[in-house]
C-alpha cells in the first residue's frame, strides 16, 4: 500500500491549522506482522492512518497529526458519521427524537489490554451534543494478523434514538488502484467468485435473505491494493468478513482522493433500530486481515484464526461418513438404514447421517410437502425408533447422526394448525410458501424456546447422539412478526439474536455434539454461524466438477475444515456430469470427506477404490484439517485446479491435482510448483488413491526446493483426471 498520498491533499485543502496538541494521540492496534494505525487529529476526529505491513516507530505517525480535516471532508475517519464535514456512506447514522440527523464523534479515552495472543484495544469517542457514546473495540490476534473488530453504540441521551447504520467497523485503505474479489451465487451453485476493479464512487454487497443470508452473496471479500486482480501470492491484499447470519451490507467506496473506505456490518434493510435512553446496540464482529504475499497468505490468516478461535470445535478432526439423504432421500425403512450402516463400516466410514424423512406422525414427511414441525418418529418408517438404528450404528463402531430443520413448518403439520401466530407473516396477507413451507418467527422467545426444545428432543431419541445436520430450506421474504406488533423494524436483527440465543443454550447443553450448519447448501456460510457450527455443507451440489469452483472459492475465506464434502452417485439430481469415482473422491477428500449415495449400487472395483481412499484419506485427513493451504492452480483460471495442505513443521504434505479439460498430448503435462515446503528438506512424494502412479517420480525422494521451484507434472491429460500425493521428509 502506497503512503498516504491523501496526506498532502488533506494538509493543502486545511481549513484551519489549529496548534499542534501538546500530547498527540496515535493509536497502534498490532498484530505480529501488521498494524493498524488511529490517530486523535487536533480537533478530536479519530482517523484511520494505516493499515497494512508493521511499522516499527508507530510514533512517526505523529507527523501526520496535523488540524482538524478539510471542506469537504474529515480525512479517514475511523468510524464515518452522518454528520458534521462528511457526507460519505456512514458507519453511523443516527436519528434522534427531534428528528434531526447529525453526529459527531469525538476520542474520549481509550484502553489497551494484552490476554496472552489477543490484545484488546477499545476507544471510546462520544458527541457532545447528543451524548451518543460509540466503543470501537479491537481484538487483535498476534499470531495469526487478524484483527476482529466490533462497535458497542450507547444512547447517552435521555430520549430514544433510532439507528439508521450501525456497521460494525470501517477501514480505510490507499491505493492507486483496487481490485474487489468478492462471491456470488445461488443454489447448488455457492460461493462463485466474482471481481472488479473498483471504480469511484460506492460497490455494496448486500443480502436481504433473512435465513438464507450466504445463498447469494458471502459477507466476506478480498481487495488487491495496485493491481487489476487477485493474485495469489504477490502483492498486498486485504482480505475480510463479517460474523453474522442474517442480512448484511458490505460496501466500498472510493472517494475523490482514491481512498476506499469499507464498511460492513447489518444490512440496514427494514431495520431501523430503536435505541431506548441508556441502551446499547452491540454490532456484530468484522474481522480481517492484511497480506503483502497475496491471497494466499490472507486465507492462511484466516484460516489459522479460525481454527483457533472462530470455528466451533475448530481444533478437531470430525469424522467421515455416509449420509442418507442422495441414496434414500425419503423413501427409507429400518431395513434400508441399516444396510447403509453396514455397509459405511464395512468402508471404514466412521459415521451415519440419518437425513430428512424420518418423522411426522399425523403428516408423514414422505416427501416435503408435510410433517416440518411434528418431530416425532415416523413408526411407520422405522418401528422401532431411532434408538434402535443409533444403537445399531454404534454397536458397528460408527457414530450417529440425525437431520433436523427446527426453524421451519409445513402448513400440513400438527404445529402449524396449534400455532399459526408463530410463523414469520403479516396481517391480512397469504402467508407465502417456498419448497411447500413456512419460517417460524425466531424473535419470539417461545418459538426460540420451541426450536431449543426440538433439538434436545432429538438429543433424547437415542442415547449418545453424535452429529445434528442443522437445515434450513427457505429464505425470509415477506417478513412480519405476530410477536413484534409495532416494532416490526427490529425482526431482521432479532431473528439472528434468536439463531444464536437458541445455540448458545445448546452449547452449555451440548458441547460437544458435532452440529453441521446447512442451508439447502452454503445458505449460511458464514463466522457468526461458525462460533456454533462445526462445520458447513457446502453445497447441495455434490457434482464434483462444480464442486472445485464452489471449493476453491469458499477456502479463500474459510478453512478446509469445515468444508463437508460428499461423493455421490453420477449423474445426479444437480448436474449431468459423469465424473469419474476417484476424481469425486479426490476432490471430496480435500474437505470433510463424507459419502451420499447407496454404496451397494457401486461395483466391486469401485467399492474396491472408494475403501483405498477412505483409508488413506484417515492417514492424512490431519493436514486436511489442520494444514495451511496453498494453492496451485485456479479452476477459474486455467484448465487445472491443485491445492496442497502443508503441516505446521513442514514435513508432511498432502497435494490434490486435477484436470478440467482435455489436454493436447503433445503439449505435455501441466508443470504444478508445490509451495509451503522447507526447500532443505527431502520429500518422499507418493501418490494415493490409485494402482499405478501417474508421476515418473512418485515413490522417490525429492528436494524440496525441486518441487517447489522446478515443480512436478503428473500426467494428468483427460477431463477429469486427477491425482493425489502424500509427502513426508525424511
Ligand atoms: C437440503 C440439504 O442441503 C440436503 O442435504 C438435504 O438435507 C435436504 N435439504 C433434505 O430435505
Redesign the pocket.
Known amino acids: 500500500m502506497k503512503t498516504l498520498h491523501w496526506i498532502a491533499a488533506t494538509v493543502a485543502a486545511l481549513v484551519t491549522v489549529l496548534p499542534a496538541s501538546a500530547r498527540k494521540t496515535v493509536i497502534p492496534v498490532e498484530t505480529d506482522h501488521t498494524q493498524l494505525i488511529l490517530a486523535v487529529q487536533d480537533n478530536g476526529v479519530l482517523q484511520t492512518l494505516h493499515f497494512g505491513a508493521k511499522i516499527a516507530d508507530p510514533s512517526a505517525f505523529e507527523a501526520f497529526i496535523t488540524g482538524r480535516g478539510t471542506d469537504n471532508g474529515e480525512g479517514p475517519m475511523a468510524y464515518p458519521t452522518t454528520g458534521g464535514r462528511y457526507i460519505g456512506e456512514p458507519a453511523l447514522h443516527v436519528r434522534y427524537a427531534d428528528g434531526y440527523h447529525n453526529t459527531q464523534l469525538f476520542y474520549k479515552s481509550h484502553t489497551v489490554h494484552a490476554n496472552g495472543n489477543i490484545v484488546t484495544t477499545v476507544v471510546t469517542l462520544q458527541d457532545k451534543v447528543t451524548l451518543m457514546e460509540v466503543k470501537l473495540v479491537f481484538d487483535a490476534y498476534q499470531k495469526e494478523d487478524v484483527l476482529c473488530t466490533h462497535t458497542e453504540i450507547l444512547n447517552g441521551g435521555k430520549q430514544p434514538v433510532e439507528l439508521l447504520n450501525y456497521a460494525s467497523g470501517s477501514l480505510y485503505l490507499d491505493a492507486d488502484q483496487y481490485f474487489l474479489t468478492h462471491f456470488h451465487g445461488g443454489w447448488a451453485d455457492e460461493m462463485q467468485m466474482d471481481g472488479e476493479v473498483l471504480t469511484h464512487d460506492t460497490k455494496v454487497i448486500e443480502s436481504r435473505r433473512g435465513t438464507q443470508a450466504t445463498q447469494c452473496n458471502n459477507p466476506s471479500f478480498l481487495v488487491s491494493l495496485d493491481t487489476d486482480r487477485l493474485q495469489e501470492n504477490v502483492g498486498e491484499v486485504v482480505a475480510g468478513a463479517l460474523a453474522w447470519s442474517g442480512n448484511f451490507r458490505l460496501s466500498f467506496e472510493m472517494d475523490e482522493a482514491n481512498r476506499l473506505n469499507i464498511l460492513a456490518g447489518i444490512s440496514p434493510f427494514a431495520s431501523t433500530y430503536e435505541l431506548a435512553a441508556g441502551q446499547t446496540f452491540v454490532t456484530p464482529d468484522f474481522l480481517y486481515t492484511f497480506s503483502g504475499r497475496g491471497a494466499g497468505q490472507a486465507s492462511r490468516n484466516l484460516h489459522a484464526w479460525a481454527r483457533n478461535y472462530g470455528i466451533y470445535g475448530g481444533g478437531q478432526i470430525n469424522p467421515t461418513l455416509l ?1 442418507s ?1 442422495e441414496g434414500a432421500y425419503f423413501t427409507f425403512t429400518t431395513e434400508t438404514l441399516l444396510r447403509m450402516i453396514d455397509d459405511a463400516a464395512a468402508m471404514g466410514l466412521e459415521m451415519f447421517v440419518l ?2 424423512g424420518w418423522f411426522g406422525k399425523d403428516y408423514p414427511r414422505n416427501g ?1 410437502d408435510a410433517g416440518l414441525g411434528d418431530w416425532e418418529v415416523n413408526t411407520a418408517k422405522i418401528p422401532e425408533g431411532i434408538d434402535y438404528v443409533a444403537s445399531y450404528a454404534h454397536g458397528k463402531g460408527l457414530k450417529f447422526g440425525i ?1 433436523i ?1 427446527p426453524e421451519m413448518v409445513n402448513p400440513q403439520s400438527n404445529l402449524a394448525h396449534a400455532h399459526p401466530e408463530w410463523v414469520v407473516q403479516s396481517p391480512g396477507r397469504e402467508m407465502l410458501q417456498s419448497r411447500n413451507q413456512w419460517v417460524l418467527d425466531l424473535s419470539n422467545p417461545a418459538v426460540q424456546d420451541f426450536v431449543y426444545g426440538i433439538f434436545d428432543n432429538t438429543m433424547q431419541l437415542a442415547p449418545n447422539i453424535d452429529y445434528i ?1 442443522w ?1 434450513c ?1 427457505r429464505v425470509i421474504s415477506d417478513f412480519g412478526s405476530t410477536y413484534l406488533g409495532e416494532e416490526q423494524d427490529r425482526f431482521y436483527v432479532e431473528y439472528v439474536q434468536g439463531i444464536y440465543n437458541v445455540m448458545r443454550r445448546l452449547r452449555a447443553k451440548y458441547p460437544d455434539t458435532i452440529v453441521q450448519c ?4 452454503g445458505g449460511r456460510v458464514d463466522y457468526g454461524a461458525l462460533k456454533y457450527f462445526n462445520e458447513i ?1 457446502t453445497s ?1 451440489n455434490t457434482d464434483a466438477f462444480t464442486r472445485a469452483y464452489i471449493q476453491y472459492a469458499t477456502n479463500l475465506i474459510y478453512p478446509a475444515c469445515i468444508m463437508a464434502s460428499h461423493v455421490s452417485a453420477v449423474p445426479n439430481h444437480q448436474t449431468g456430469n459423469v465424473t469419474p469415482l476417484k476424481f469425486r473422491f479426490d476432490i471430496a477428500c480435500s474437505g470433510r470427506l463424507g459419502m451420499e449415495l447407496q454404496p451397494r449400487n457401486l461395483t466391486e472395483g469401485e467399492r474396491a477404490l472408494a475403501d483405498r481412499c477412505i483409508r488413506s484419506y484417515k492417514e492424512y485427513r490431519d493436514l486436511v484439517f489442520m494444514g495451511d493451504v496453498y494453492r496451485l492452480a485456479s479452476p477459474y483460471e486455467g484448465d487445472y485446479y491443485a491445492l496442497m495442505y502443508v503441516s505446521q513443521d513442514r514435513r508432511r504434505a498432502v497435494v490434490f491435482t486435477y484436470c478440467t479439460k482435455y489436454q493436447n498430448r503433445a503439449v505435455g503435462a501441466h508443470v504444478f510448483r508445490m509451495d509451503g515446503l522447507d526447500p532443505a528438506r527431502r520429500y518422499k512424494v507418493t501418490e494415493l488413491n490409485v494402482n499405478r502412479s501417474c508421476w515418473w517420480g512418485s515413490g522417490q525422494v525429492h528436494a524440496g526446493d525441486f518441487l517447489m521451484n522446478g515443480g512436478f507434472n503428473p500426467s494428468l491429460l483427460k477431463t477429469f483426471d486427477s491425482a493425489v500425493f502424500y509427502l513426508e521428509a525424511d
Open positions: 449420509n439423504w437425513d430428512d416435503d437431520w430443520e445436520k437445515d430450506n446447512c442451508s439447502s447448501g455443507w447441495d
